[in-house]
C-alpha cells in the first residue's frame, strides 16, 4: 500500500506537463502580439495622408484604437497563462524559490488555494472581455437610435460589472 501512496503523490508531476506548455504558449503569444504592435504604426501611417477625407480618417482611427485594443488582449491573455502556469505549479509541485524573497511575488503570486488561481485567472478574463467588447464597440456601425441604445446598454453592464467587482473586494 505504501508504494501506491508513493506513486499517487508523485503523479502530481504530470501537471509539469501543462506547466511548460503554458509558459510556451505564453512566450508564442508574447511574441506574435509585439509583431502585431510593432507593425501598426506602418498601418496607421495612412493616417497622416492629407489627402484622406474625414470619413476614411474616422474609420482608420477606430480601426488603430480597435487594433490597440486588440493587443492589449493578446497580452493580456500571454499573461493569463503565466498566471496560470505559475499557479499550477505552485499548487502542484512546490514553491518557486526565486519567488520566495521577490517582493513583486506577492503581487503577482500569492496562490495558496484552487480558489486564489480562479479569482486571479478571473479577474484577468474579465479585464479580456472589457476590452473585447470596447473592440468591437469601435468597429460597430450604429445606424439607427436602437443602435445606440444597445451600445449605451452594453455600456451601462460593462460599468455596473466594474463596480460590483470592485464592490466585492470590500
Not at 493569463?80 to 503577482?108: D, H, Q, S, T
Not at 436602437?146 to 451601462?156: E, K
Request: hydrophobic letters at 55%; aromatic letters at 12%; one cysteine or more.
Amino acid at each position: 500500500m505504501r508504494w501506491f501512496e508513493l506513486a499517487l503523490w508523485n503523479s502530481r508531476y504530470v501537471v509539469l506537463v501543462p506547466v511548460v506548455a503554458c509558459v510556451l504558449i505564453s512566450l508564442l503569444l508574447f511574441g506574435i502580439v509585439t509583431i502585431e504592435a510593432t507593425q501598426l504604426p506602418g498601418h496607421l501611417g495612412a493616417f497622416i495622408d492629407p489627402s484622406l477625407t474625414d470619413a476614411p480618417r474616422a474609420r482608420l482611427y477606430s480601426d488603430g484604437i480597435a487594433s490597440i485594443a486588440k493587443i492589449i488582449d493578446g497580452y493580456l491573455f500571454a499573461t493569463i497563462m503565466l498566471i496560470f502556469a505559475m499557479g499550477l505549479y505552485e499548487l502542484f509541485i512546490g514553491k518557486i524559490a526565486a519567488a520566495e524573497n521577490n517582493p513583486m511575488a506577492e503581487r503577482v503570486l500569492l496562490i495558496r488555494t484552487f480558489d486564489d488561481l480562479k479569482d486571479r485567472l478571473a479577474k484577468v478574463i474579465f479585464l479580456i472581455l472589457i476590452v473585447t467588447y470596447f473592440e468591437y464597440a469601435l468597429r460597430g456601425t450604429y445606424d439607427t437610435a436602437q443602435d445606440l441604445l444597445y451600445l449605451a446598454v452594453g455600456i451601462a453592464l460593462v460599468a455596473g460589472s466594474i463596480w460590483l467587482t470592485n464592490r466585492s473586494k470590500h
